[in-house]
């Protein structure tokens, strides 16, 4: 198994800010993802997170904005950018192994004004 | 389209009062089912991964299935810490997870 920790847990922003969620494994994991699960809802995948290249988005989901790096293979960020009421979610990171299970980070609660 | 379906949405059962959770998907190209607990205020929990119709796992007083249409998720004499919500999702060819909306479990003790 890995062990997932996000940072911040949570945050209240103003409509047009940009937020940074950090994403860090105890592992090398070759892996990882994004997504966000809105009030009430299943979790939706935002974007596989690529080591060393552009990370690969769902249709919904844009690079300008969702940029997204991964600079290793333990670490991960996601930059929610100019943000309105409608990105209020919990944004998730998951890593794991190609053709295994995958683990979950403990979640960003992002809640925008 | 790939699509995962839960049922019941929600489910109260008492201590001790068996019951099984389902999951039915449509998707091409499965390449896993994995089953999830969620607490609230909490990232899922990795409870199973099934790969192939008629295979079993099991953990504690939890036991998943799955055929080629459908998994469920078998929960007996559940205890009140067993409330949580349960996700399944199915993996497709590119490693991605494809959720389903959920099944909201109460054990009333």
């Known amino acids: 198994s890995a062990v997932i920790s996000q940072k911040p847990s949570r945050d209240i922003c103003q409509r047009g800010t940009s937020l940074t969620i950090q994403c860090q494994v105890d592992s090398q994991v070759t892996m990882m993802f994004w997504y966000r699960q809105q009030p009430g809802q299943s979790l939706t995948l935002i974007a596989t997170a690529n080591q060393g290249s552009e990370a690969t988005y769902e249709s919904g989901f844009v690079i300008d904005k969702f940029p997204i790096s991964r600079p290793n293979l333990t670490f991960s960020t996601l930059t929610v950018s100019n943000m309105s009421p409608e990105d209020s979610s919990i944004y998730l990171c998951?890593?794991?192994?190609?053709?295994?299970?995958?683990?979950f980070g403990p979640g960003t609660r992002l809640t925008v004004l | 389209e790939d699509q995962v379906t839960q049922s019941p949405e929600a489910l109260r059962l008492q201590e001790g009062e068996s019951s099984s959770l389902n999951c039915s998907y449509t998707v091409s190209g499965l390449r896993g089912l994995f089953w999830y607990r969620q607490d609230p205020g909490k990232g899922p929990e990795f409870l199973f991964t099934l790969y192939s119709a008629g295979e079993e796992k099991e953990k504690e007083r939890l036991k998943a299935t799955l055929t080629k249409k459908e998994s469920f998720l078998h929960i007996t004499a559940p205890k009140p810490e067993d409330s949580a919500t349960y996700l399944c999702?199915?993996?497709?060819?590119?490693?991605?997870?494809?959720f389903g909306t959920g099944t909201r479990l109460t054990v009333i003790p």
């Open positions: 998951s890593a794991g192994r190609q053709g295994n299970e995958q683990f």
């Open positions: 999702a199915a993996q497709t060819g590119a490693n991605n997870l494809f």
